[in-house]
């Protein structure tokens, strides 16, 4: 996998949201070779594209696991529910796999809220510490007002 | 490193740790994954391959890569990895007991992408993947059932990197480099260090170390940022350099694989099924046994070398 820089991955969402994971179940498809995983988002904030009418999302990705067979796509990140996220979206999946996915998280001492780095665990080929424009890529939490902020920036808004 | 007799403990002591980390499943972090039986075929799909290579140019870095992890190659190891040869343009992935390496150029995703996919693209995978490998597991035993490693030549090149470095640009890679890091993880190994803050915790190392953040590089040990398992490299730097599994690598794959058959069973034939693969998920006696035939190769070897100076 590629790494993206925030900027390449605000560019490529056609939505970026803040939101809650609500549910995430998986199954097998209908020629049973592959497993899927749907995804189910509550949208607290909208930082790219339309708000959802409902306030909820649907995802669908591969991997998961059924029975006693896990299916596990190098790259892919998984959904806890109950778990807090910003999500860089396109058509429903998360743009550079598991590098769309920044999860949230409640900084108790500082009082903030913290988005975690982009989970790049399973990926490869990654250019070293930087993207392909020589970015900087993001290697450490950031406050998530930091972060909104960068985005807003790099919308333009 | 010279180590005089009488000082081989010490010397084993301060050896550097050959670390690694193991795949693990994504739902049991404490389960390792692998294979009950190490002779692995990779079905290779090369009927009609991506530019600039020949059919037979990748087929013969395939088995290059595979080699790299097998036995004889590797002689601690009982891994044999073979290539075979499918003339066919594509292959299905999938969970069906056959491993296979593709070349994707017409869209980037699973071939045929599944009629109930909705949205239709689940099944694609971004741009920015340059191969996406999906591996099987059972997630009681940790037994590796099946895996499949997809090439994404829609977006990228893939070339022999050695033969024509002259190609060497943000969209070209080599591509014997990256199967051999596509079929460490294959074999079940993970990379060596984590690249941000995962979303599972931190793994252990076969040392019982904390893995270490890949970036910087510059602030690792060589065995990690040199190791094939790194998950970071250059598209324009020199990929090739990375083609040899390190020491490092050669650990992960012997430990989890000790050697114990000079020829792979034919089917059912037994191939370390069975008592071996209860050892799998975890030999940290293994390192102690290295090092205490080591001491042994020591005391028999040393003697005899007296012997003849006299």
């Keep these: ?157 | 490193m010279a180590c005089a007799f009488g000082l081989s403990v010490l010397c084993l002591a301060a050896s550097p740790a050959r670390a690694y980390v193991r795949e693990v499943s994504k739902s049991n972090v404490t389960l390792t994954v692998f294979w009950s039986n190490p002779c692995i075929t990779m079905h290779f799909y090369d009927g009609a391959p991506p530019p600039v290579l020949t059919a037979d140019d990748f087929f013969a870095a395939a088995t290059r890569a595979a080699a790299l992890w097998s036995f004889p190659s590797l002689a601690c190891s009982d891994i044999r990895l073979s290539v075979v040869r499918e003339p066919m343009l594509a292959a299905d992935v999938g969970y069906d007991g056959k491993n296979v390496i593709v070349f994707r150029q017409d869209t980037w995703c699973r071939h045929p992408p599944p009629q109930d996919a909705d949205p239709p693209d689940a099944a694609c995978y971004p741009s920015s993947a340059l191969a996406v490998t999906t591996l099987f597991n059972n997630v009681n035993t940790g037994e590796l059932l099946d895996a499949d490693t997809e090439f994404n030549a829609v977006d990228y090149t893939w070339g022999d990197l050695v033969a024509q470095p002259t190609l060497a640009t943000n969209t070209t890679a080599d591509f014997q480099y990256a199967l051999t890091h596509e079929l460490g993880h294959v074999i079940g190994l993970d990379h060596p260090c984590y690249t941000a803050l995962p979303e599972v915790p931190l793994l252990k190392d076969n040392t019982g170390a904390t893995e270490l953040n890949c970036y910087p590089a510059t602030n690792l040990p060589p065995s990690v940022a040199n190791a094939i398992m790194y998950p970071s490299v250059s598209l324009t730097s020199d990929q090739t350099k990375q083609r040899a599994l390190t020491p490092d690598d050669s650990q992960g794959d012997c430990d989890i694989y000790p050697h114990a058959h000079d020829t792979c069973p034919v089917a059912n034939g037994g191939c370390s099924v069975g008592a071996k693969a209860q050892a799998r998920p975890g030999q940290p006696w293994r390192s102690l046994l290295v090092a205490l035939a080591g001491i042994l190769g020591a005391l028999l070897v040393v003697p005899r070398v007296r012997k003849r100076r006299t």
């Design chain 1, 1 to 157: 996998m590629r790494a993206m820089d925030l900027a390449e991955l605000t560019g490529s969402a056609d939505r970026i949201i803040v939101g809650d994971v609500l549910a995430a179940d998986a199954a097998w498809d209908s020629t049973h070779r592959d497993i899927y995983t749907t995804v189910e988002i509550g949208v607290r904030e909208v930082w790219k594209g339309a708000a959802p009418a409902n306030g909820k999302i649907g995802l669908r990705h591969l991997g998961g696991t059924v029975g006693e067979i896990e299916m596990t796509v190098l790259g892919e990140v998984g959904f806890a529910v109950g778990e807090r996220a910003v999500l860089f979206l396109r058509h429903a999946q998360l743009v550079g796999m598991a590098q769309g996915k920044r999860r949230v998280r409640w900084d108790a001492s500082a009082k903030r809220w913290l988005a975690e780095a982009p989970d790049r665990r399973g990926n490869i080929l990654v250019p070293a510490g930087q993207g392909a424009a020589g970015v900087q890529m993001q290697v450490s939490d950031e406050s998530l007002d930091v972060l909104r902020e960068k985005v807003r920036v790099l919308l333009g808004k």
